[in-house]
């Protein structure tokens, strides 16, 4: 029998799939910086346009582009298609991907279920997902490695979300002493850990702390996409808490400048650079900025609602303007972005 607290859980995971479908969730007034930067073209590029070689690595496995599906969802029989979806356009396209986070199935393994997806997804990247916060709440190592034996995943990401705890109404509020249990479980697990922002960005000076603590890579998960205070904001029945959803949808470090802070702070850090990034153009200028790759997540949800199909040909145009980039400013492989001078702030 599930008890009060998996239930809870599930019952969240559910509602945080409809509202980000039904509900306006993006913060307000926050721009994601992107549309402070253009190329530069270049009317001879001298390169062939169908030999631009987008390929990429992460946690040790090729991958065809430098895109991560984003962590999402799971814990929920609806989550479990998407899931699936997901996993297989990820496979087909050779992308990487991250699964939500696994709290719900820690609490509950009936809902494995809804995070497998190894078996159509077998030589992609994935990593699995835990709420650092959960540190403080019960959650040690042997926790973090049932998360990761579950999904045969590469890796475990640890997601920051301390302003949606908060407003969340059964939100997990201690954040205290987060940093050496962090370190913790990159020394004791056998596989490389991230941390993650979940929309509100991380600094140079967080970033940091985290590279010394031994984290592998860091998502920056800037603002200008989703804002989870907004999503809590229609959740809770608080009034108290339904305004301060509002007065924090302004909050975040936009994603260009998180990724550029991040950047200059840790030159060898791996960054996934990820938060209101919508189309690969966008893409493009995250990684000229910085990233070594990009995560998408709310622009996929909807197709991967539907059909593995409907996901292919999004993730196919996604892939498509990337390429297009390139040729525009004649780059023929993903380290001549990176390296490229023909990113401009205007």
Request: aromatic share 4%; with cysteine.
């Given at each position: 029998m599930k008890n009060t607290n998996t239930k809870i859980t599930e019952n969240r995971k559910a509602e945080h799939i409809e509202i980000c479908l039904n509900k306006d969730v993006e913060g307000e007034n926050v721009w994601d910086g992107f549309h402070e930067y253009r190329f530069l073209h270049n009317a001879l590029p001298e390169i062939n346009f169908k030999t631009i070689d987008y390929s990429s690595h992460f946690l040790g496995k090729s991958v065809t582009a430098p895109f991560i599906i984003?962590?999402?969802?799971?814990?929920?029989?609806?989550?479990?298609?998407?899931?699936?979806?997901?996993?297989?356009?990820?496979?087909?396209?050779?992308?990487?991907?991250?699964?939500?986070?696994?709290?719900?199935?820690?609490?509950?393994?009936?809902?494995?279920?809804?995070?497998?997806?190894?078996?159509?997804?077998?030589?992609?990247?994935?990593?699995?997902?835990?709420?650092?916060?959960?540190?403080?709440y019960g959650f040690g190592i042997e926790e973090c490695k049932k998360?990761?034996?579950?999904?045969?995943?590469?890796?475990?990401?640890?997601?920051?979300?301390?302003?949606?705890?908060?407003?969340?109404?059964?939100?997990?509020?201690?954040?205290?002493?987060?940093?050496?249990?962090?370190?913790?479980?990159?020394?004791?697990?056998?596989?490389?850990v991230g941390v993650k922002e979940i929309g509100w960005g991380i600094s140079s000076a967080v970033a940091k702390k985290l590279k010394e603590a031994g984290v592998s890579f860091i998502d920056v998960a800037g603002a200008g996409g989703t804002s989870w205070t907004q999503v809590e904001k229609h959740r809770t029945k608080n009034s108290e808490n339904k305004a301060l959803g509002d007065s924090f949808s302004e909050w975040g470090i936009?994603?260009?400048?998180?990724?550029?802070?991040?950047?200059?702070?840790?030159?060898?850090?791996?960054?996934?650079?990820?938060?209101?990034?919508?189309?690969?153009?966008?893409?493009?200028?995250?990684?000229?900025?910085?990233?070594?790759?990009?995560g998408f997540g709310r622009v996929l949800l909807e197709s991967a609602t539907h059909s593995v199909e409907n996901t292919l040909r999004l993730c196919s145009l996604l892939e498509k303007q990337l390429q297009l980039v390139m040729f525009g400013i004649g780059c023929r492989t993903i380290q001549e972005l990176k390296h490229s001078d023909a990113l401009i702030h205007v």
């Open positions: 984003s962590s999402m969802t799971g814990g929920t029989t609806h989550a479990n298609k998407v899931n699936r979806h997901l996993a297989e356009a990820a496979e087909t396209r050779g992308w990487a991907m991250g699964v939500g986070s696994m709290r719900a199935y820690i609490e509950n393994e009936q809902l494995a279920g809804s995070y497998r997806i190894r078996d159509v997804a077998p030589t992609i990247p994935i990593f699995a997902n835990i709420g650092a916060v959960q540190l403080n998360a990761v034996e579950l999904i045969d995943a590469d890796a475990l990401v640890l997601h920051l979300n301390s302003l949606q705890e908060v407003i969340q109404p059964e939100g997990d509020t201690n954040f205290e002493g987060l940093l050496g249990k962090i370190e913790y479980v990159c020394q004791q697990l056998e596989v490389p936009p994603t260009p400048v998180s990724i550029q802070t991040v950047r200059e702070t840790l030159p060898h850090m791996y960054i996934i650079g990820s938060g209101g990034i919508t189309n690969g153009i966008d893409a493009a200028k995250a990684i000229a900025l910085g990233a070594d790759s990009v």
